[in-house]
């Protein structure tokens, strides 16, 4: 538990603009500021900063609060880690109780699993240095057949997992970890008999670090070729999530100003660092995530893609291809020739050669462009009918009139066909993808203004007149003290009152922010990031209203006083009355 007066110092001493400006490009916008929101794909900005009570919104996912849940939400932390991130940013000394607030379901806690990860590493290097034939057999595969450097298996912290029932189990429980700890770890397994043995055996161990340089989980690869799975991973726990991280970020952080190249595996990014090349981070995996480049667009602007050259390679290009230019980031495709992937070729032809590719890299519509006309014998009529619909709908996806322009002249001249009736036809697939667009959007607002598919409030379909007032009442409740003093000190209000539950927890949070013994919690403490961004919201709808006086106070009582009756009685909502209440009509 951390006290209040810490939180409250943390937030007065981290002004919202100076916590957000390090992600988020803002821009003035009268007295607030501007940008393109980094929750979520958007290229007109909707992010808006509140400098004048240190708050923040985003009207296209709705994410909203303070400098706490920023955070929170950018760095993907806990409360507890987020309030300390900001503390060391600000040179507060955090001071917390770590029986509670910090751990998971089970009991761990993260910073016993982060030490427990670095004792798992040292004990997985130590083992690839024994003098037994199965760590002889480990460095033989890592610098015989990976042709790694001894200064690079230590750079990364290679090892090797004993070809054993117990090794790792009895090691790591002398250093006083329990069975149970280490299976949250990933470290061991529990039969069904009760009895516990080691996950990782005769493996390679390649451990996986976060920007920070902390040790958050282990890859292990076979090394007799009848062991399936052929690796075997950490999976999710309290400190790593695989959506959330890319391996070697931490050294390539400071050489990716410029650009970044993405490859698909360990060896790949770790054979390049060992050939010179710095700035490669691998995906973890094929299945690149929005959150991951997000995470990228904080360190670089550019990345060359080089995934294999196998159908699975081609396959995660041409996803990844879509996720990275949605996060702000220019995106090229490096293609490897003769089937190789990166560790195979800079191991074969060496660093000049691999360069060579990168000055050779493709654009996105480049690279797509070749993929479409590839099947297609251009010197058959319906193959090049078929390939111009196939290009005139990539064309249409891109946003730029201008970039459009371009590309437009790129495949007129590469089909032999007009530019004028290509363009028309391009023009007419925007027109009807962003009549497509329109439609799916009018339906969610139909369906967000009736509360359905309402993650943060279920309850809220089942009764959206009530559900209104309550938050039309909390609004006024949230920016008004006169208002929360009338209600507590006339009784004319209770969680009674609250048809919705998500709704009765915000009003039991607001009924404590005024308290006398100082018992209030920091909003981030009861509410998750978007439940806070949802309370926000009703403030901010709330404040767009001159007329929140006691007066009309008191009607929004009456009125959610009636309408919850309604409810109960006939099972009936007031819709069309609420709308008029919301938008000041009385």
Do not use: W
Request: hydrophobic share 35%.
């Amino acid at each position: 538990m951390i006290s209040r007066e810490t939180v409250d110092e943390v937030l007065r001493r981290n002004d919202i603009e100076s916590v957000i400006s390090p992600y988020v490009t803002l821009k003035r916008a009268g007295s607030n500021l501007k940008g393109l929101c980094p929750f979520h794909n958007e290229k007109t900005p909707s992010f808006v900063v509140y400098p004048a009570d240190n708050s923040f919104f985003c009207f296209g996912c709705s994410i909203g609060g303070n400098a706490i849940t920023f955070i929170r939400q950018i760095e993907h932390l806990d409360y507890p880690d987020a309030i300390e991130f900001l503390a060391k940013k600000a040179g507060i000394t955090v001071v917390r109780d770590e029986t509670t607030g910090y751990r998971q379901e089970t009991g761990i806690r993260k910073d016993r699993l982060l030490r427990m990860n670095v004792d798992a590493a040292r004990f997985f290097h130590n083992s690839l240095k024994a003098d037994n034939p199965g760590a002889r057999a480990c460095l033989s595969y890592f610098m015989d057949e990976r042709k790694l450097e001894m200064s690079t298996i230590k750079h990364f912290g290679l090892g090797y997992a004993p070809d054993s029932y117990d090794a790792m189990l009895k090691h790591m429980t002398s250093l006083g970890y329990t069975p149970d700890e280490l299976v949250e770890g990933f470290f061991a397994v529990k039969s069904k008999k009760g009895s516990y043995f080691d996950n990782f055996r005769n493996r390679a161990i390649f451990p996986i670090f976060d920007v920070a340089g902390n040790v958050i989980a282990f890859g292990g690869r076979r090394l007799d070729p009848n062991d399936n799975p052929k690796y075997r991973n950490t999976m999710d726990t309290v400190v790593y999530k695989k959506s959330r991280h890319v391996y070697a970020l931490n050294f390539a952080k400071n050489f990716c100003r410029e650009n970044l190249i993405v490859c698909e595996g360990y060896l790949d990014a770790i054979s390049l660092h060992q050939a010179g090349i710095n700035n490669v981070v691998a995906s973890l995996g094929t299945a690149f995530t929005s959150e991951q480049a997000r995470l990228l667009s904080r360190y670089t602007k550019k990345v060359f893609l080089c995934f294999d050259s196998d159908e699975a390679g081609q396959k995660a290009t041409a996803r990844t291809l879509k996720i990275l230019p949605e996060a702000g980031i220019e995106t090229v495709v490096i293609e490897i020739p003769g089937e190789k992937d990166p560790d195979d070729y800079v191991k074969t032809y060496g660093k000049d050669k691999f360069l060579e590719l990168i000055h050779g890299a493709k654009s996105k519509f480049e690279y797509n462009m070749e993929k479409i006309l590839a099947p297609f014998d251009l010197n058959k009529p319906q193959d090049k009918v078929n390939a111009l619909g196939k290009l005139t709908d990539l064309i249409s996806e891109v946003y730029s009139k201008a970039e459009r322009d371009i590309y437009i002249q790129v495949v007129s001249q590469k089909l032999g066909v007009n530019s004028k009736s290509l363009k028309e036809d391009v023009e007419k697939s925007v027109r009807r993808a962003t009549a497509k667009h329109k439609k799916e959007e009018s339906t969610k607002l139909r369906q967000s203004g009736l509360g359905y598919a309402d993650k943060v409030n279920p309850d809220y379909a089942k009764a959206p007149g009530v559900a209104g007032y309550e938050e039309v009442v909390l609004g006024m409740l949230l920016l008004y003290p006169e208002h929360r003093k009338l209600v507590r000190d006339g009784s004319l209000l209770t969680d009674e009152d609250f048809f919705t539950e998500f709704n009765r927890r915000v009003f039991g949070y607001i009924m404590s922010i005024d308290a006398d013994d100082g018992e209030a919690n920091d909003i981030n403490e009861l509410f998750t990031p978007e439940e806070v961004g949802r309370i926000t919201q009703i403030k901010n709808e709330r404040m767009k209203l001159s007329d929140n006086g006691k007066e009309v106070f008191l009607e929004a009582l009456d009125m959610l006083h009636a309408s919850l009756e309604k409810k109960q009685t006939e099972g009936i909502t007031t819709i069309d009355a609420l709308t008029k209440f919301i938008n000041g009509k009385k």
